[in-house]
């Protein structure tokens, strides 16, 4: 670009003057870099060196600027500029930190640093300023679907910030499972007995707060649009429908009890004096504080068992594989109900093993016992109906016998499963007949909870359980659907103060992003990037791969078949640019291009000089942290590879290995997050794509008849401070035994 004017600073600090020719680093910025001037300063993160670069962008000087100094992953606020593109040279975690301080190891420390001055250079040069899309929009309206405990309270922080909120729930009532609840676990000290569940007041702030609007016996029947700018049919059990805009949606859809007649041996559904867990509730709720009778008969229950896990943490076909998380505090509560009714009532706790999570789970566990409930080991293998009692057969896991205990009542723990609508997605790794298959099935749209106009399916996508996909480690309420969050046991199993959190947590992330949508910025984990991918429409060949890849429904597909990219959907990880063959879709600051380029960039050593080149795409999210960490504990690795750090591993075009491979490099390694079901990739699906697209490479290397080893991908964690530069000296020394790329030369 004519207007382009690009401009280097070399920091001398932290020991890099010491260490490096900064001389030589300002000479290879203005004549291989092309920069139009190199400037150098003592610490260029201090307020001196921050004004000297703003002070050249006010006078116009630069437009597109090379810092090299600390890592990109430091000194983020100082370097904090508007308007201009940058790149940033890690000369000192990548550089000084990973090599000895010796004069043997000072010329190949200095290739080491003039490489990255000349990867940072090109890097700059293949940048464009991100300019708007022209589709921002601003809605100050959060939609909240389900009216439960969750829904409520998020409903009520969104209009406590000045927002509004509309609440729509199925059913006739607010109030959702907790309003058929007796008490509620206490979520205040000394947690001593089970407490009012609070769900009456909650639904009282809604009904009285002017920003809250709530459409009972409805459902969201179509939900289109972005970020921002969403629009949601909301339809009534009469058929009558309208249209609202919002913002940004929370799914506070809940959870439906787990059926217990599946499991035969408990004899559920076989006696009205085996119940479940909201059964009991609903007996308790009759007696008021009185004393609980039997539904058999009506007789007062003198003894109880309480059964744990019922169908859940089991493997078996048809059980729950997971905790459920409430049910032994639930237990411990409702044993209360007897034993604060009348404590002579014996109150049986039959567990394999007990969680009480929570600040106060423990006290309450204490206080249970010391109002006489009775916590036995046992695995029960069978629950059986009597005449006049139930007999509960159980091992006693303490005393290692079989034994049995007769009951009036026994109360199964059950479990949760989650209302999370439709889990149709297609899978990226099918063939494409299988995907346009996928894409063609019909979904009811009573199954659904969100009727989502996405191509991607019509509800956001299920982890292995039936949960909503999120990031539960890192950014727990987002979902892959942009801009809709899930909150409460519709995300995981909770109770009812860990759901209040939940959804305390999810409004606040609502609020964020409708925000953000309104500026053209993306959502965590690139919060504030204002590029957004853009394709070369010439060049496309309508093999949809970018649209079926892309994890947050960010792409559809116009009439004609050419994509369509939403910027406000999109979270900029670059998996679309990754998974185009023809290498036509790129970002403004983040391309092809500037990673092509810069990877070329690096000064390839004659086959005469044995100083191979290993390069190193790493993930930014964990894999470049775990560089970084490994730099500031001093790990040393091989001078002899060249890091560059990339969105996602997803982002990864096979291009980028191929020009490698041409351009001399002797080794490739690929560092990405951990994938599968127990994903860390900050971009859900990017780690996973990237090990698939790379198991092809190796028959590429074997047809250009190249070692196979020389290309190798690995799932990094952010603590794998000791493994990365292991992996890194690994492959120098593999490259020491296959000998040098045959093309070098």
Known sequence: MADKKLGAY????????????????????????????????????????????????????????????????????AFNFENVAMSR????????????????????????????????????????????????????????????????????????????????????VLGGTAANLYKRIPNRAPFAAPQDSGIADLIKQVEDHDKITVHLNSTISKTDGAPGRFSADITQAGGSSVTEQFGAIIQASGFKPYDASQLPEFAYGKSPDIVDQLGLEALAKQANGGAIKRPSDGKAVENVVFVQCVGQRSDQEGHLSYCSGHCCMTSVKQAMYFKDANPDIDAMVLYTELRMPGAGGEDFYRN?????????????????????????????????????????????????????????????????????????????????????????????????????????????????????YAAGPVRRPMDMAQATDDATGAALKAIQALENAALGRAAHPRSGDLSFPSFRKEGCTQCKRCTVECPFGAINEDEKGYPQFNEARCRRCGTCMGACPVRVISFENYSVETVGQALKSVDMPDEFDEKPRILLLACENDA??????????????????????????????TIWISDALNS????????????????????????????????????????????????????IAITDIERVPKIINDMAETIEKIGMNPFKF
């Open 368 to 484: 249970g016992q010391d109002k006489g409930i009775t916590f036995t080991k046992g695995q029960v293998s069978e629950v059986v109906p009597g005449s006049g009692q139930i007999t509960v057969k159980f091992k006693d896991l303490i005393l290692n016998e079989e034994t049995a205990y007769e009951a009036d009542l026994v109360v199964l723990a059950t479990g949760m499963v989650p209302n999370s609508g439709v889990n149709v997605e297609i899978d990226a790794t099918q063939e494409e007949g299988e995907k346009e298959a996928a894409h063609e099935i019909e979904i009811p749209a009573s199954e659904s909870v969100l009727n989502l106009e996405y191509r991607q399916g019509p509800d956001i996508p299920q982890l292995v359980n039936g949960f909503t996909d999120s990031h539960f480690i890192c950014f727990p309420y987002e979902t892959r659907r942009t801009g809709i």
């Open 10 to 77: 070399i920091c001398k600090g932290c020991g890099i003057a010491d260490r490096l020719d900064t001389d030589q680093l300002e000479m290879i910025a203005k004549r291989e870099g092309k920069m139009s001037f190199a400037k150098q300063h003592d610490f260029l993160c201090n307020s001196d060196g921050v004004k000297m670069i703003q002070a050249d962008i006010d006078a116009g000087d630069v437009t597109h600027l090379m810092i090299a100094g600390c890592s990109r992953r430091a000194k983020t606020d």
């Open 624 to 653: 470049y942290p775990a560089l970084d960490m490994a730099g500031m504990n001093k790990r040393e690795y091989s001078a002899y590879v060249r890091i560059m750090p990339v969105r996602c591993l997803g982002s990864v075009n």
């Open 89 to 172: 040279a890690n000369l000192r975690e990548g550089v000084i930190w990973v090599r000895p301080d010796n004069d043997e190891a000072q010329e190949t420390t200095q290739e080491m640093a003039d490489d990255y001055i000349r990867m940072a250079s090109a890097e700059v040069n293949f940048m464009t300023l991100p300019s708007s899309s022209g589709e921002q929009g601003r809605t100050p309206h959060v939609l909240v679907v389900g009216g439960g405990l969750t829904g409520l309270t998020a409903a009520i922080e969104v209009a406590k910030t000045g927002y509004s909120a509309t609440i729509v729930e199925k059913t006739e």
């Open 664 to 715: 001399g490099y002797d080794g490739i390694i690929l560092m990405g997050c951990q994938k599968d079901d127990d994903y860390q990739c900050h971009f859900v699906k990017g780690s996973e794509m990237a090990h698939y697209r790379m198991s092809k490479i190796d028959d590429t290397l074997k047809q250009l008849q190249l070692e196979t080893e020389r290309v190798q991908t690995y799932e």
